[in-house]
């Protein structure tokens, strides 16, 4: 888990949802949420939680928020 603030100054943590992936093996997917309210995904899914957990670890500022607005708005949230 890491914090951000989005363009708007909102703080939001970047976080790795379990979820199922191929062959219906136990996954994660990439998310945001907010201080307060449920977590928008980004289309980045990942083979297991720890290889999201580092992704999201390692993954530079400039990336994270990019991938912020592209959930953001796939998911209609300003």
Known sequence: ?????????????????P???AHLRDG????FRPES?????APIDFNSIEAANFA????????L???LEWAKTAAGVV
């Open 1 to 17: 888990m890491r914090s951000i603030k989005d363009d708007h100054g909102r703080a939001w943590e970047a976080v790795a949802l």
């Open 65 to 67: 928020r990019r991938r």
């Open 19 to 21: 979820i199922k992936v």
């Open 28 to 31: 994660a997917q990439l998310a």
């Open 56 to 63: 999201i670890s390692t993954m530079g500022e400039k990336e």
């Open 37 to 41: 309210g449920e977590p928008v995904t």
